[in-house]
Antibody, heavy 118, light 108 residues
Framework: EVRLLESGGGLVQPGGSLRLSCAGSGFTFSSYSMTWVRQAPGKGLEWVSIIGTDGGTFYADSVKGRFTISRDNSKNTVSLQMSSLRAEDTALYYC????????????WGLGTLVTVSS | ETVMTQSPVTLSVSPGDGATLSCRAS??????LAWYQQKPGQAPRLLVY???TRATGIPARFSGSGSGTEFTLTISSLQSEDFAVYYCQQYNNWPPLTFGGGTKVEIK
C-alpha cells in the first residue's frame, strides 16, 4: 500500500522560513516523480513544484525563487524548503506521487498545514 | 499558462440521478486531462486520467470523455459517497500544471 506522510507544517511569521517533508513507503520511491500541491483554506488546488526521478525541478511562478524542492532517495523523502513566506502561502500542502509516464498524480498524502501570520 | 475552467461551480443533484461536469482548457491539452474527487477533510483522489481511463478501483459509474479543449466527467446514478468537489487538471502543457476551480456536487 502506498503511503505518503507530510510533516513540518506550522505557524510562521511573514518573511520566515519553513521546511516540509514527505516520507513515502509502499513503492519504489526513486522511480517516481514527486510533487507538492497546496490548497488555501476554502479554495481550490494549486500546483507548487515537482521533482523528477533525475532530480530535475519545476516551480509555479508564485513560488519560484522562494521555494526549493529536493529529494533523498536513500530516505524515501521529498522536501520543500520555503523561504520569504507570505500570507498568501497559507495553505494545506499535499505531497503527491506522479503516476509513471506522462500522467497525473495517483497517490496523495493527507497534507500539512502552513500558516503564515504575525 | 493553460487555464482550466470548470462549470458549473455548484451542481445540485438528487441521489440516484446522473451528473455531468464540464472542464474547458484555454488551449489544447490533447487527452492529457485528469479528474480528481475531494471530500471534506480528505486529500484529492484520482478518478480519471488520459481523459477517459478510470484509475484503479474507481467504479464504472464514473466516466470521462473529451479531447483537445472540451472535457466531461459523467457520474451515473449518484451515490451518497459521490457528493464532493471535483477538479480537472491538465498535464499536457507544463510547467505549470494547472487545475480547474472545481465543481461542487451537492445533494438536492
Amino acid at each position: 500500500e502506498v503511503r505518503l506522510l507530510e510533516s513540518g507544517g506550522g505557524l510562521v511569521q511573514p518573511g520566515g522560513s519553513l521546511r516540509l517533508s514527505c516520507a513515502g513507503s509502499g513503492f519504489t520511491f526513486s522511480s517516481y516523480s514527486m510533487t507538492w500541491v497546496r490548497q488555501a483554506p476554502g479554495k481550490g488546488l494549486e500546483w507548487v513544484s515537482i521533482i523528477g526521478t533525475d532530480g530535475g525541478t519545476f516551480y509555479a511562478d508564485s513560488v519560484k525563487g522562494r521555494f526549493t524542492i529536493s529529494r533523498d532517495n536513500s530516505k524515501n523523502t521529498v522536501s520543500l524548503q520555503m523561504s520569504s513566506l507570505r500570507a498568501e502561502d497559507t495553505a494545506l500542502y499535499y505531497c503527491a506521487k506522479k503516476k509513471m509516464g506522462n500522467n497525473p498524480f495517483d497517490d496523495w498524502g493527507l497534507g500539512t498545514l502552513v500558516t503564515v501570520s504575525s | 499558462e493553460t487555464v482550466m475552467t470548470q462549470s458549473p461551480v455548484t451542481l445540485s443533484v438528487s441521489p440516484g440521478d446522473g451528473a455531468t461536469l464540464s472542464c474547458r482548457a484555454s488551449q489544447s491539452v490533447s487527452s492529457n486531462l485528469a479528474w480528481y474527487q475531494q471530500k471534506p477533510g480528505q486529500a484529492p483522489r484520482l478518478l480519471v486520467y488520459g481523459a477517459s481511463t478510470r484509475a484503479t478501483g474507481i467504479p464504472a459509474r464514473f466516466s470521462g470523455s473529451g479531447s483537445g479543449t472540451e472535457f466531461t466527467l459523467t457520474i451515473s446514478s449518484l451515490q451518497s459517497e459521490d457528493f464532493a468537489v471535483y477538479y480537472c487538471q491538465q498535464y499536457n502543457n507544463w510547467p505549470p500544471l494547472t487545475f480547474g476551480g472545481g465543481t461542487k456536487v451537492e445533494i438536492k
